[in-house]
């Protein structure tokens, strides 16, 4: 009985491993796919990308049904949302690469260790951080609310709080996110949890790009 719940164990393990691979992977991928799509579009027209960024939403909503179907359906709509929400932002990357190339750098670089960081944090945890989430979630509408108000109201700086507020939140929902990479074990959930990172990785980066770009 010891042995086989030993076995168990280590069977469990070596799947939570190899999620975390697989999932890393395609993270990695749909970011490299982002990029070349960034630079390709960035001579896109402002019409162009708000088209491609509706797509990339609708992509991103498919992924959830796909997924109970397919693996390999969903981590094509992962791979293709990478490519428009990449010719989406393409227009905002290279008013900032014409602005200071610097930003992107820096940006980068921060949200890279901002990702290492939290999703370490998040993945050692042993708490449950389901209640960090809805708090996050809530907190994120807020802002959206926020962002919106501050479009009409000139708030006394207001973009700074803004992308502050935003960081503070991203880190909480990648937290969560690299939590159930350690507590969840079907393979099949690797292009979902991949895009939920993916997705925290991008929006930690453009709040980014506000606060550099305010040097």
């Known amino acids: 009985m010891y042995g086989n719940m030993a076995y168990q164990g280590y069977a469990t393990r070596d799947r939570t491993q190899t999620l975390f691979g697989q999932t890393m992977g395609l993270v990695a991928a749909t970011a490299a796919f982002f990029a ?30 796909a997924a109970r179907r397919s693996a390999t359906a969903s981590t094509v709509l992962l791979f293709v949302f990478g490519v428009l929400i990449g010719l989406a932002l393409a227009p905002t990357l290279a008013y900032y690469a014409a602005m200071d190339p610097r930003i992107l750098w820096q940006a980068g670089g921060a949200t890279a260790l901002f990702m290492a960081g939290f999703g370490a ?9 389901a209640w960090l989430w809805r708090i996050c979630f809530f907190a994120l509408i807020a802002l959206i609310i926020f962002g919106i108000a501050a479009i009409f109201v000139s708030i006394p700086h207001g973009e700074l709080i803004y992308s502050i507020l935003g960081l503070v939140i ?21 292009p979902l949890i991949a895009a939920s990172i993916f997705v925290d990785a991008l929006n930690v980066f453009l709040f980014f790009l506000r606060i550099f770009s305010r040097d």
């Open 170 to 190: 991203f880190a909480g929902l990648t937290m969560f996110d690299f939590q159930r990479l350690r507590r969840n074990a079907d393979i099949n959930s690797a």
């Open 121 to 129: 944090a998040g993945y050692a945890t042993r708490r449950n951080l």
């Open 36 to 65: 070349l799509a960034a630079y390709a579009g960035r001579n896109l027209s402002h019409g162009v990308a708000l088209a491609a960024y509706v797509v990339a939403f609708i992509c991103l909503l498919s992924m959830n049904f």
